[in-house]
């Protein structure tokens, strides 16, 4: 059990008094010596972001030591590290904290079994004598006075790769994840005081992306100590930045997935082979003994600053859109992005509307320091709505208004100049009948190739409701779950679910192997205790039947998950009047009150900060849900519908956490703790139990038919959100 993290004053006083000291430690390995362990991109890197980070959170204790060893300074070999390490456990006193940071190679000694940390001159073949083994950096930790001392390991790299997924060829003993977590279990059992974060789970690998230049784990340490994980007093505590750093690994993880699916839709559409493979799950795991503060730093002071890395312009060339303000609005608040708005009028209209986009793409002010982590990436959001036209000559030009185009040379001209991530948006009303050619072509030409971080959309919409696509558009952002943002894969993927039954002809494309292009950005800023107050005065516990959800919303708060899950399902029954029936049916799920439904929602989302939630379960059904089956012979036996549904309802299961290893889990085994997937909770309790029949290892087709019918209680619910 993970224990609550307290903090106190007395803790903050005595570092900011300088009556305890930090001791802080840091390794990194880009390069090793032995040809036979790979290489790596970024442990230097981390190592220096990490430094820095912890140099500006840690500014305002006197007492204070930063040691630093990477391939860009002082060397990081087992001899220097060793004699630091020995160095600063013999001086520690019994108030002080010390923390170990290493980024590099971990392997499994085959001989010993013992965990080793591998410095530059670390020799394959001879670890032990080499290398810095685990049990005896513990033990280093075990003899010192420190009261609080800290281990945060990097050491599971998958190795080079891109973010397209191409992986380093990795040999099994390079993964020794179940034994440091072994490890270190037992060694947390035996101190209290003892804290050691690992950058992933067992049998899980630790990720680089070269758009965060950093791998992902320490890119987001780098980021919660800036103080993107401080409390509303300004302070950075340990625990508080291991759930920082936990849930923002997940989600990017989850992000990049995301956009691999779009990209990989694009891939088969043209009749590509070569299907990228999504990431696996990496969660970082806390291992800790004891109740108590450990305290990391002070939020250190913002410095102003002149950039912008997020710039808009919305360029309106028919009549004034009903949603250009409202856009402009959700784009500056929630999307971070410096806006513009242009509509065409006066002599000197065209000229300035292609100062304005070449503004808006290629200003000098995207540029941000690459170790500044914590600035977004450099992105534009470009919205033009206009006609698709040909020239007498053959060009093709977007009509904004008489005698004001934008050719398509010229824009394509424009956008391979610019260096930030691109989203380019082409409203065309009027023109699903007559040009639905020339807008497909406008979005194959624009295209800058697969390297170059592009999300390009264009819609031909109907004459008859040419706002059709904008209101489309806006109301996709305004339902975007604030925590976690929208990006563009989102954005595309809502897109086709929302114009699906309509007229529009919607094409996109999605490329970048250096990153996730951020629509949205995610809201990683903690709320101060006062605001948290008024939110909860202000909780909306509306229901259209008279039903009180004031114990619902206590649980949640105290974060009683499995409480909180069984008081759902009474309140579902008790809503829907079938408590005598204990389950909901279809015709019971199709009438329930929105009002209720939303409340629920809403009030799950909150306190589990956008982790559980029946709207969160919704949008993975959205990314899933398909209407081919897989199995042809299922198929057959069933009707592709029933098959479809029945694998749908499997592959939900397995991404939320409610199947392991090809079997449903019982509810009284559910764990709904920090590791658990997003989704995982409200369980649908409420619904009669699926019939789970297996034989010889393949799903019996009565079977398929139950978890079918089944399913469809769950999309039932799924659509009643809407």
């Not at 075990?142 to 060829?169: I, P, Y």
């Not at 000229?351 to 992105?379: G, M």
């Amino acid at each position: 059990m993970c224990p609550i993290g307290v903090r106190t004053s007395h803790s903050t006083n005595a570092l900011e008094t300088g009556v305890a000291k930090l001791w802080l430690l840091l390794v990194g390995v880009n390069q090793y010596q032995d040809e036979q362990i790979p290489c790596l991109r970024y442990p230097a890197v981390d190592c220096q972001g990490l430094g820095a980070a912890l140099d500006a959170a840690t500014l305002g204790f006197p007492q204070r030591e930063l040691k630093i060893y990477h391939d860009f300074g002082e060397q990081p070999l087992l001899e220097n590290v060793r004699v630091t390490l020995k160095t600063m456990a013999a001086a520690t006193k019994p108030s002080d904290t010390i923390l170990v940071y290493f980024s590099g190679h971990g392997i499994l000694d085959s001989m010993s079994q013992e965990v080793v940390l591998c410095l530059q001159d670390t020799q394959k073949d001879n670890l032990i004598n080499t290398g810095l083994k685990l049990q005896e950096l513990l033990q280093l930790l075990a003899d010192c006075d420190a009261g609080q001392q800290l281990v945060w390991l990097d050491a599971c790299h998958s190795g080079n790769l891109t973010f397209l997924g191409a992986r380093g060829e990795i040999s099994p003993e390079l993964n020794p994840t179940p034994e440091l977590v072994e490890v270190l279990r037992q060694r947390a059992a035996k101190q209290k005081g003892f804290y050691a974060l690992l950058s992933c789970d067992r049998n899980q690998q630790s990720w680089e992306f070269p758009q965060l230049g950093h791998g992902v784990f320490t890119y987001y340490l780098i980021r919660g100590l800036r103080g993107e994980a401080a409390d509303s007093q300004g302070i950075i505590a340990a625990d508080g930045l291991y759930r920082y750093v936990y849930h923002q690994t997940l989600a990017y993880i989850n992000k990049a997935n995301q956009q691999l699916r779009v990209i990989n839709q694009l891939k088969k559409g043209r009749g590509e082979s070569s299907i990228h493979s999504e990431y696996p799950s990496q969660t970082p795991k806390r291992i800790v003994e004891g109740v108590g503060d450990v305290i990391l730093g002070i939020k250190p002071n913002s410095k102003g600053s002149t950039r912008h890395p997020r710039q808009a312009l919305i360029v309106e060339g028919l009549p004034k859109s009903k949603t250009a303000s409202a856009l402009l609005n959700i784009l500056s608040t929630a999307g971070s992005f410096a806006t513009n708005y242009w509509t065409v009028r006066g002599d000197n209209a065209s000229s300035d509307i292609h100062k304005a986009i070449q503004k808006c793409l290629l200003s000098e002010s995207f540029a941000a320091s690459p170790q500044d982590v914590a600035v977004d990436s450099a992105t534009v959001f470009l919205y033009l709505r206009g006609q698709i036209q040909e020239t007498a000559t053959g060009e093709a030009v977007l009509v904004l208004a008489d005698d004001v185009t934008i050719s398509r040379s010229w824009l394509r001209k424009q956008l391979r100049r610019c260096s930030s991530q691109q989203i380019l948006i082409l409203d065309c009303p009027a023109q699903a009948a007559i040009a639905v050619t020339s807008v497909r072509e406008w979005v194959e030409e624009l295209q800058l190739g697969i390297e170059t971080g592009q999300c390009l959309i264009a819609c031909a919409t109907p004459p008859d409701n040419h706002e059709q696509f904008a209101a489309t558009v806006l109301a996709i952002l305004n339902q975007a779950t604030p925590p976690l943002g929208l990006t563009a894969a989102g954005l595309i993927t809502q897109l086709q679910l929302d114009l699906a039954a309509t007229d529009n002809q919607l094409y996109f494309w999605l490329s970048g192997s250096q990153g996730i292009i951020e629509v949205l950005s995610e809201n990683t800023l903690v709320v101060s205790e006062s605001a948290n107050q008024n939110d909860e005065d202000i909780d909306d516990l509306s229901s259209s039947v008279g039903v009180d959800y004031t114990l619902l919303k206590d649980l949640l708060k105290a974060g009683r998950w499995l409480e909180a899950d069984g008081e759902t399902t009474n309140l579902m029954l008790k809503v829907a009047n079938r408590e005598q029936q204990c389950h909901l049916d279809v015709e019971s799920v199709v009438n329930f009150p929105r009002t209720d439904l939303s409340t629920i929602d809403k009030l799950w989302v909150k306190y589990s900060q956008g982790r559980f939630g029946f709207s969160v379960q919704q949008r993975i059904w959205q990314s899933i849900k398909g209407t081919a089956a897989t199995d042809p012979l299922m198929a057959l036996m069933i009707g592709n519908e029933q098959a479809a549904a029945a694998e749908t309802c499997i592959d939900f299961g397995n991404r939320v956490g409610w199947r392991w290893k090809d079997a449903w889990v019982n509810y009284p085994d559910l764990i709904p703790d920090d590791s658990a997937p997003a989704g995982y909770l409200p369980y649908f309790g409420f619904f009669e139990q699926v019939w789970r029949v297996k034989v010889l290892g393949i799903w019996e087709w009565h079977s398929a038919i139950a978890t079918a019918s089944w399913w469809r209680l769950c999309e039932a619910l799924f659509v009643s959100l809407n």
